[in-house]
């Protein structure tokens, strides 16, 4: 989406008084500068001019915004990090700008408030105008805060994102996504020699495919989109007995991970557990 330029359907060139604004995307973190932009007095982000408009969006993207919205968010009740928190848990969510949402507001169940225990660190991505052209992003500076955190032993579990297989995938060049999965190797390898150091556990997945795929098999272009493959789920630790099932679902992770910590699971979770004690 981010190559395709603003686009005008019909003879209307611009937006006038009286008209009606319906904004169709569904994602809230893509859209709250434009929406500010339509209608925010005082917004001095960039020139606008302000219209007499009836503005409405497909879902609520802020909770401050107070123009209508065609389907309110459900509320999410016992999801994992609440259950963390409950628990006494401390939490670090890390990633860089693109995906810091990811890590924060999607992984609060579309909640901009933070939990009890929650520390958050943004690593700014780098400005750049394809993420081919610095394929490593800045992996490395979320590693070393990551590792920082582990060092020190203030935080119970750290919630972090790499975004160079999805963002650098997206390109669709083959040799910047070697480089890119070549940074992540060499950087996940650091964090979880650092947590089994200090007796942790690392649980390793994604919710999509992406880079493992860069060249279409069937017309042998670039694969520049989300992949619907299989995703890894991994449990490496030092001092543990146990191994996961095969062929689960992301609904499955979080029980996964209570069960490890022996919190019993919350009839709102539908997923499974999936550890396995090894013989």
Same mark, same amino acid.
């Given at each position: ?31 709250? %500068?434009? *929406?500010?932009? /339509?209608?925010? &007095?005082? /917004? ?27 389907? *309110? ?17 401390? %939490? ?17 169940? &579309?909640?901009? =408030? ?34 920082? *955190? ?42 979880? =020699? ?5 007796? &942790? ?36 630790? =030092? ?30 979770? =539908? ?9």
């Amino acid at each position: 989406d981010e190559f395709i330029t603003p686009k005008i359907i019909g003879k209307s060139s611009s937006i006038k008084d009286g008209d009606a604004v319906l904004t169709m995307n569904f994602r809230a973190d893509r859209m709250r %500068q434009m *929406s500010r932009a /339509f209608t925010e &007095g005082g /917004f001095n982000e960039f020139p606008t001019k302000q219209k007499n408009i009836h503005y409405v969006t497909m879902t609520q993207y802020q909770e401050s915004f107070k123009f209508p919205v065609l389907y *309110s968010p459900i509320k999410l009740n016992k999801i994992f990090p609440e259950i963390l928190a409950n628990e006494g848990f401390t %939490q670090l969510r890390i990633a860089e700008t693109e995906k810091y949402a990811h890590v924060t507001y999607f992984f609060n169940g &579309g909640e901009e =408030s933070l939990f009890d225990g929650e520390d958050r660190i943004l690593i700014p991505s780098p400005k750049v105008a394809t993420y081919d052209l610095q394929p490593e992003m800045n992996a490395r500076k979320v590693t070393d805060a990551v590792l920082d *955190s582990i060092e020190n032993e203030k935080i119970d579990a750290i919630i972090m994102n790499y975004a160079n297989p999805d963002m650098v995938g997206h390109t669709g060049f083959l040799d910047a996504a070697i480089k890119a999965i070549e940074t992540i190797d060499e950087c996940v390898g650091e964090v979880v =020699s650092a947590v089994k150091g200090k007796n &942790g556990a690392v649980f390793l997945t994604a919710d999509h495919g992406n880079l493992e795929m860069m060249i279409n098999p069937e017309t042998g272009e670039p694969h520049t989109a989300h992949t619907t493959l299989p995703v890894p789920f991994v449990l490496d630790c =030092s001092e543990c007995n146990y191994t996961l099932k095969s062929n689960g679902k992301l609904a499955d992770i979080a029980p996964t991970i209570l069960a490890y910590l022996n919190i019993p699971q919350p009839p709102e979770m =539908s997923g499974d557990n999936l550890l396995i004690i090894k013989e």
